[in-house]
């Protein structure tokens, strides 16, 4: 069985202001689940976010224009020790954390990120290097300015977030999921408004030996036709 997403933290959003010290909210969860944490500013220059060493940022990215994002994961002990907070330059952000339940509870999450100016947030092709096929994947983006409910997610997956801070120096962040079988993943475009962005593909690894299989044509027709 492929992994599935548990439970979301509060939204993170400064909602028009600017802070150095970004405090993001923790899901309901359990002993082992991965906490996936993502994180957009309005501030661009990296490295200029600092996690803390209880996580493992997994990468910190700019757009080509005022805006940037990271994002990093931990593997959840249900204590203190799962408190995220980011310090940044002062600052507007948006961010979330979820708790995914069915990973292997070992191999950290792979990615992908493309970046661009359009309105067509494209979270690039990833290839995981573990053999099992029932994967979770998520596609992302930060971007600079944007509003609540303008984007549209990729065919497929199935949207959680779609959240800007709202006044001067805005930002966004726009998340979705999917549990497709395979080792590869090409997400596609997001739609929104024309702006810069960073798009991120993230995929997950399920439990023991998982192996989605999904029938073919052939074999779904002779299923329809009993």
Same mark, same amino acid.
């Given at each position: 069985?492929? +992994?599935?997403? &548990?439970?979301?933290? &509060?939204?993170?959003?400064?909602?028009?202001?600017?802070?150095?010290?970004?405090?993001?909210?923790?899901? *309901?969860?359990?002993?082992?689940?991965?906490?996936?944490?993502?994180? #957009?500013?309005?501030?661009?220059? !990296?490295?200029?976010?600092?996690?803390?060493?209880?996580?493992?940022?997994?990468?910190?990215?700019?757009?080509?224009?005022?805006?940037?994002? *990271?994002?990093?994961?931990?593997?959840?002990?249900?204590?203190?020790?799962?408190?995220?907070?980011?310090?940044? +330059?002062?600052? =507007?952000?948006?961010?979330?954390?979820?708790?995914?339940?069915?990973?292997?509870?070992?191999?950290?999450?792979?990615?992908?990120?493309?970046?661009?100016? *359009?309105?067509?947030?494209?979270?690039? #092709?990833?290839?995981?290097?573990?053999? =099992?096929?029932?994967?979770?994947?998520?596609?992302?983006?930060?971007?600079?300015?944007?509003?609540?409910?303008?984007?549209?997610?990729?065919?497929?997956?199935?949207?959680?977030?779609?959240?800007?801070?709202?006044?001067?120096?805005?930002?966004?962040?726009?998340?979705?999921?999917? =549990?497709?079988?395979?080792?590869? =993943?090409?997400?596609? !475009?997001?739609?929104?408004?024309?702006?810069?962005?960073?798009?991120?593909?993230?995929?997950?690894?399920?439990?023991?030996?998982?192996?989605?299989?999904? +029938?073919?044509?052939?074999?779904?027709? !002779?299923?329809?036709?009993?």
């Amino acid at each position: 069985m492929p +992994p599935s997403l &548990a439970a979301k933290g &509060a939204l993170y959003d400064t909602a028009g202001s600017a802070t150095t010290s970004h405090g993001i909210g923790l899901p *309901s969860r359990s002993v082992n689940q991965l906490l996936l944490s993502m994180f #957009s500013c309005d501030g661009s220059g !990296a490295p200029r976010h600092t996690w803390p060493g209880a996580w493992n940022k997994l990468a910190e990215v700019d757009s080509p224009g005022s805006a940037g994002l *990271s994002f990093g994961w931990r593997k959840a002990t249900n204590d203190a020790n799962d408190a995220l907070t980011i310090t940044t +330059p002062s600052e =507007q952000a948006i961010a979330i954390m979820w708790a995914i339940s069915g990973w292997d509870e070992v191999t950290a999450p792979e990615y992908a990120t493309a970046t661009g100016s *359009s309105a067509a947030p494209d979270s690039p #092709s990833l290839t995981v290097s573990w053999p =099992q096929t029932a994967n979770f994947w998520v596609s992302w983006f930060g971007m600079n300015g944007g509003g609540d409910a303008g984007s549209t997610p990729p065919g497929s997956y199935t949207e959680e977030e779609d959240f800007g801070t709202g006044g001067a120096g805005a930002c966004k962040i726009s998340t979705a999921w999917a =549990q497709i079988g395979g080792t590869t =993943q090409n997400p596609g !475009a997001w739609a929104d408004i024309n702006q810069t962005w960073v798009a991120v593909t993230i995929g997950i690894r399920p439990l023991g030996g998982g192996s989605l299989i999904v +029938p073919n044509l052939s074999e779904m027709m !002779a299923i329809l036709a009993r």
